[in-house]
């Protein structure tokens, strides 16, 4: 969906039409909003089946913490996806769809999915399957999505030594075996890549840094904008003493040993990497597409049934409801949920009042305390006359 969306899930009793009927009221939801605060459009909410009053109590609570716990992992699996198409919006919006539809497009046609969660089932059932499938979701996006991170690391690490200075690359397709000594038990050859700046100094010094160097033994294998590679041949018994003044001298000794065919074995290593990483990459976006949608689907299926919840707390029984889907903006949502208070305030008989001037005055502290004890506060902590919650999804 677009960024500066905002909706509104309202439901309030159809007795606010004078012949009680659910279109008739739906009419009057949709005056109560009007077109200049956002629109308005039927959102079905199932009658499922109820249990006790405390059942139902804790279950308002179980729903709460779920909705927050759905957000979270929409969000999360929303940062895959921007990992994963490196930031471009164009190519993440395109992957961020419910049921193959544009979020706004599922939510406007909403109906309740009775093949994944079954209306005949109790409440506790429903939120347990959704309680889990969420869970399963951030799961195997974040399992995928690290995976694919690692094998890109890999593949990073490889490149950078095809593609770095002297002092960090790989060596095996510069150095010709001919210049080093494989097979000496006294000798030993060592690659030193000297910086730009101390070429100059490093023919008159190396000999005499350390014992047992070597004289004139200092070959240029090759160099770059940053460094020179040399190799120096010295005794084996004072290799470490060396290799430790060449630090000192701020020259980089460079670790390596030939292998044969290792300019060959090292380019299909890249190569292999290079397709593990490609075809993770694909699996990780259809996951996190496919994951994407379904980690919606389950919040707006937890916030019908939060509707439901608080519907049947709120108005009792016999159950006579509309809820409507109020597409507005973060601004306007303010002004939309005022307009629907005028309108209805008297849904919650004596915890609201108005002032001289007829505007709606909300309940005191103590009051507020009480509603929130009891279930009955918005999600910002604000009693309402009616059920209502506000939400985005990016």
């Excluded at 999915?113 to 969420?134: F, G, H, M």
């Excluded at 990073?156 to 397709?173: C, E, P, V, Y």
């Excluded at 002032?355 to 506060?377: E, N």
Aim: charged share 25%; glycine share 6%; net charge neutral.
């Amino acid at each position: 969906m677009s960024k500066g969306t905002k909706y509104l899930l309202v439901s309030l009793p159809t007795s606010i039409s004078p012949t009680n009927d659910h279109d008739e009221a739906l009419t009057a939801l949709r005056s109560g909003v009007t077109t200049d605060f956002g629109t308005v459009t039927p959102f079905p909410v199932p009658e499922f089946k109820i249990g006790t009053l405390d059942a139902l109590v804790q279950q308002a609570d179980e729903l709460a913490k779920l909705e927050s716990s759905c957000e979270a992992v929409v969000a999360k699996v929303g940062d895959s996806l921007k990992a994963i198409l490196e930031g471009d919006e164009s190519k993440i919006s395109q992957q961020k769809t419910v049921n193959d539809k544009p979020v706004d497009q599922y939510l406007r046609s909403f109906t309740w999915n009775k093949v994944k969660y079954r209306a005949d089932k109790p409440l506790s059932e429903l939120i347990d399957t959704l309680r889990k499938e969420v869970v399963s979701i951030d799961n195997d996006v974040k399992q995928k999505y690290n995976q694919y991170n690692q094998v890109k690391t890999n593949l990073t690490t490889l490149q950078r030594k095809q593609t770095g200075n002297l002092a960090s690359k790989s060596l095996t397709a510069i150095v010709p075996p001919s210049l080093l000594i494989r097979d000496s038990d006294y000798l030993e050859t060592h690659l030193i890549a000297v910086p730009s700046q101390l070429t100059s100094s490093f023919p008159k010094i190396y000999e005499t840094i350390a014992p047992w160097v070597v004289p004139r033994s200092a070959q240029r294998i090759d160099s770059d904008s940053e460094f020179t590679l040399y190799a120096v041949t010295t005794f084996k018994k004072y290799s470490q003493e060396f290799i430790h003044k060449c630090r000192e001298q701020k020259w980089i000794p460079r670790d390596f040993k030939y292998t044969e065919g290792g300019r060959e074995a090292e380019a299909k290593e890249v190569e292999k990497v290079a397709k593990e990483e490609k075809k993770l990459w694909g699996e990780a976006l259809r996951l996190g597409r496919t994951g994407w949608g379904e980690a919606v689907m389950a919040l707006v299926h937890v916030l019908a049934l939060r509707v439901f919840v608080e519907t049947v707390l709120r108005y009792g029984l016999p159950l006579a409801f509309v809820c409507g889907l109020v597409k507005t903006t973060p601004k306007l949502a303010k002004k939309a949920r005022n307009s629907l208070d005028q309108s209805y305030s008297y849904l919650a008989g004596n915890a609201f009042g108005r002032d001289k001037k007829g505007r709606i005055t909300k309940d005191d502290s103590s009051t507020s305390a009480d509603m929130q004890a009891a279930g009955h506060m918005g999600d910002g902590g604000d009693y309402s006359a009616y059920v209502c919650y506000d939400f985005e999804i990016n």
